[in-house]
T-cell receptor
């Protein structure tokens, strides 16, 4: 079975632009979560979606938004990019209440 | 306010010996704890977990111990192998949802 997939793998943007990151969960998993990992730190929770509804939101500005589609895939959108948004963005999927399985991440560089 | 802390940024161990990675937490609402391993350019890989109602969980070479009164958990790897060299993250989930709070990670180096 395929694991969690994310696209693109790498992305370079300039300040002020917006970006869309995509995630496909493991087949059968209905919950998707997004995390931001800055170099040298642990992943930090951004959003969780379950059955297309937002179930949790971390301490991130409104420039960050997400959605989940009927096939349970998800998009993370970031507007008005700042240099500090440069990070590895991780998507994780899970069956409700159980372990989260992570994708390989999207490396975003903001210049 | 770091609710999950891994105070050792790095650990070096000889192959065949025991590796002990530590994690402390402050939030009493955490009810489930997980360890993940991360290689460069990959996402974290789930290793082992433990519920707050247990004090030990074992899976092969990996054992996690939970001391609720001390709000401390540890991951033991016995015997350590060079392939275990990676960054290890401790994570905790609170009983209000599925969100994970991660520690800052410990880089484990297992020397042949």
């Amino acid at each position: 079975d395929a694991g969690v997939t994310q696209s693109p793998t790498h992305l370079i943007k300039t300040r002020g632009q917006h970006v869309t990151l995509r995630c496909s969960p493991i087949s059968g998993h209905k919950s998707v979560s997004w995390y931001q990992q800055v170099l040298g730190q642990g992943p930090q929770f951004i959003f969780q979606y379950y059955e297309k509804e937002e179930r949790g939101r971390g301490n991130f500005p409104d420039r960050f938004s997400a959605r989940q589609f009927p096939n349970y895939s998800s998009e993370l959108n970031v507007n008005a990019l700042l240099l500090g948004d440069s990070a590895l963005y991780l998507c994780a999927s899970s069956l409700v209440g159980l372990e989260q399985f992570f994708g390989p991440g999207t490396r975003l560089t903001v210049l | 306010d770091q609710q999950v802390k891994q105070n050792s940024p790095s650990l070096s161990v000889q192959e065949g010996r025991i590796s002990i990675l530590n994690c402390d937490y402050t939030n009493s609402m955490f009810d489930y704890f997980l360890w993940y391993k991360k290689y460069p350019a990959e996402g974290p890989t789930f290793l082992i977990s433990i519920s707050s109602i247990k004090d030990k969980n074992e899976d092969g070479r990996f054992t996690v111990f939970l001391n609720k009164s001390a709000k401390h958990l540890s991951l033991h790897i016995v015997p350590s192998q060079p392939g275990d060299s990676a960054v290890y993250f401790c994570a905790a989930r609170d009983n209000a949802g599925n969100m994970l709070t991660f520690g800052g990670g410990t880089r484990l180096m297992v020397k042949p």
